[in-house]
């Protein structure tokens, strides 16, 4: 008889192991049935041994063992990969068992011999390496890397953050190789088996190119992982637990011994601190300034205060319609306008559900002749709305001005400057799926013509001849420690686009950020912003580690009181957020501030591994807004 710990691949399980008997032997990273709650659940085997080892602490238990189901399926885990999830789980304080659910897609768990044979061979990790190149380069690098790895007669794991890159990736990467390469992104269950056991039993070294759904497969030849645009945030888990997917990858090639490298135009903060500091090498030569083959202009909007375009914009507009060229014109925000003030007493129009900012939006109900009925102000954070004919909450005036610059307006003035030409939009409100999305990019793809977007539409670019920022000042008022990174990457992403010319519209001329984008200055913006996080104890510096609640005001002092005392020896910091949600709530944030050498502190995981589910835990998040 065996006693079996299994690890239950469940979201909301506290416990990271429970206990059972079997009259079989399981080896670790074996999937197991388990009784669970009222019903069962996959489970993942940790460890298995005789049950008179045992026979004592049996004896003494206060609860009897439960009979464990057997899978009649092949396929398990590989131990480095079952090593690297648990050191993740103790990284983010999360259970293993939710941290294994996060990294194995549906199909794995109801088809577990689709992983394929786990690689137990032991060999040495040497370290991860960088490609930072455009993006025609790097993929060219790439190229590289495979045929090396072919060479030695090993597969290649290429990861992309999207199903887009994806695409793209798989187009590029397959000339020359097309009988070699497999990708089972975007396609049905069935056809998954399929693409999956084919590239098991290729004999021939294969590339097999995933989104981060897929990194369990495994070969024993597979020796080298590749992470594209590492720098993007569709790594990081949109739901409990918030993990960051690199991280993961970093513990799975040093428990592999697999080769892993990172890559991207403009390779994340912390990823470039760690080159510097020597924890990671090249694998090619890094280019610290991009060189762009379109010119750029930065455009001072300061002394335009009401106008949405410069001359200069309007301009590149009537040049790129005459030519019939493409242009995509970028605005960082949706609706018409992203703030209203009053004229009067200055106060800003806020939701009455939760205090967010309201925005300005078109309804696009072409039958409603009067403005004000084809317009309403719409909340970003809860979905309330309210009519556009409405007076300032404080004061009762009529005098609302609408400020900033949103996609509505931009398609507006576009519309309004060149009546004849086709416009579309790409943002969430106007493609709501992905499906919709890519028929918009496609259309503009095909048909030409101005297309105005939000960082959505940069999934489904491929380039454009004409690209223009023409709002983006909003982002500058967020106070994140993360906003002069992410603006730095968006800029040059988009320049990056453009083939022949590239326009930037700013109120916030000052900021260095812009110009230093604009110039593809990767070093200079470095130093700068290194330097500050330094000063600060910001990333990559410090761990943040913030625990977030919901709750009224005075359920939310309670519960501060309980988090000041469960983590009073760490310095604790409280934010109450005056924004509500729609059933009046308010959010409280606490968070620390961890030394990075010093994490993960056991005292602090295990405390935060107490805290029952209407906490949400983030360790090292993106923001601590």
Known sequence: MQVVEVIPVVKGITKSTLTYFTKDKFEPGSFVRVPVRSGTALGIVVKSFPARQAKAELKEATYSLKKLARIDKAGRLSPAFMRAAEKTADYYAATLGSVLSALLPKIFLESPELLGKADLEERTFREVKLVQLPEVERLREYKGIIREAFARKTSVTFVTPTREDAVRALETLSNGIENYVHSAVGRKPKEIKAILWKAHKEKHPIVFITTPAFLAFDRPDLETIIVDRENSRSYRTLSRPHIHLKTFLEYYARESGKTLIFGDSVLSLETLWKERGGTYSEAAPLTWRIKYTAPSKLVDMRKRKFEVMSPELKDMLTRAIQENKRVFLFGARKGLAPSTVCGDCGSLLLCDNCQA??????????????????????????????????????????????????????????????????????????????????????????????????????????????????????????????????????????????????????????????????????????????????????????????????????ALEKKAVYLQSLFKDHKPHFIVENRGTPSGKRMLNMVLRIPRESWPVSEIKDKLLLLSPEFLIKVDPESIL
Not at 395 to 405: E, Q
Not at 434 to 441: C, M
Not at 450 to 456: C, M, R
Request: net charge negative; hydrophobic share 40%.
């Open 357 to 554: 900012p309201l925005v300005l939006h078109e309804t696009h109900d072409k039958s409603k002749p009067n403005e004000g009925e084809s317009r309403l102000y719409i909340c970003h954070h809860c979905g309330a709305r309210r009519s556009a004919a409405t007076r300032c909450d404080t004061c009762n005036s009529w005098k609302l001005n609408a400020l900033g610059v949103g996609i509505d307006r931009i398609v507006a003035e576009v519309e309004a400057l060149f009546p004849s030409v086709p416009v579309l939009v790409l943002d969430k409100d106007h493609a709501e799926t992905a499906t919709r999305a890519r028929v918009i990019a496609k259309r503009f793809e095909s048909e030409g013509g101005v297309l105005v977007g939000t960082e959505l539409a940069f999934l489904h670019l491929t380039s454009v001849s004409y690209a223009a920022v023409v709002s983006l000042d909003a982002l500058f008022s967020v106070p994140d420690f993360s906003m002069n990174e992410r603006i730095f990457y968006l800029v040059t992403r988009l320049r990056q686009l453009t083939a022949e010319s590239f326009l930037v519209q700013t109120r916030n001329v000052g900021e260095e950020i812009l110009s230093l984008a604009a110039d593809g200055n990767i070093l200079d913006f470095y130093r700068a912003e290194i330097k500050e996080r330094e000063e600060l104890l910001y990333p990559p510096f410090s761990i943040f580690v913030k625990v977030s609640t919901l709750g009224t005001r005075e």
